[in-house]
């Protein structure tokens, strides 16, 4: 991609939707796959299975908390987990969910590692598309700050967990690190411009005049 010399929004927000967009395919092929065959798989298909967005997009799985608002049997939605009969409760549902319910650890590793693996992608993406060592903490920070207010939106709550943040903070510093030592070393060779070799005539037009001198 070439150089942009000027103000150019066009191309500021197609590099941003680009960047952002290969970061979460990119998630997207690593996760699912993870979660299938290391995850525990009751736990993994309570919460919408490996395939679910939530995997990538709600905070709440790398943290290894709960995404449900009341679960069954508890707080106050409890009658619904229940048998009425003539305003009197007769019985209870299944609860036995308990295993369910439970946050399966493995599966916060996984999706945490997946992170810190795609971080490694975004060094490239940067490399490859913003190109200019000075713009690369811009949209580094602009990549983790889309993340950030879309992981809130879907999940309705600010992150919170602070292993979260710090997985976030550790993949954005290695992204930033890591992609503006290589598009500095790019711009140094590529700055580089080593004059070529007068020809033979040349110097021997020069000799002549020397001589003449």
Not at 173 to 200: I, Y
């Amino acid at each position: 991609m070439a150089k942009s010399t000027g103000w150019d929004p066009v191309l500021i927000i197609s590099q941003i939707i680009a960047v952002q967009t290969l970061h979460y395919v990119t998630l997207s092929v690593l996760i699912p796959p993870l979660l299938v065959m290391l995850a525990e798989p009751g736990s993994l298909e309570y919460e919408g299975g490996a395939a679910n967005v939530g995997m990538i997009m709600d905070w709440r799985e790398m943290a290894g908390r709960p995404t449900t608002r009341a679960l069954p049997g508890e707080g106050p939605w409890k009658s619904l987990n229940s048998v009425w009969s003539g305003g009197k409760q007769v019985g209870l549902g299944s609860a036995g969910h308990g295993v369910l319910k439970q946050v399966d650890p493995i599966r916060c590793w996984i999706i945490a590692i997946c992170w810190m693996a795609v971080s490694a992608a975004d060094v490239y993406y940067l490399y490859a598309l913003i190109r200019r060592p000075r713009l690369i903490l811009d949209f580094s920070l602009t990549l983790l700050f889309n993340h950030l207010v879309l992981t809130t939106y879907y999940s309705a709550a600010i992150p919170t967990s602070i292993f979260f943040w710090v997985i976030l903070g550790i993949s954005t510093a290695f992204t930033v690190v890591f992609a503006e030592q290589l598009c500095v070393k790019r711009e140094m060779s590529e700055g580089l411009v080593v004059a070529a070799p007068r020809d033979a005539g040349d110097n021997v037009e020069m000799g002549s005049l020397l001589r003449q001198d």
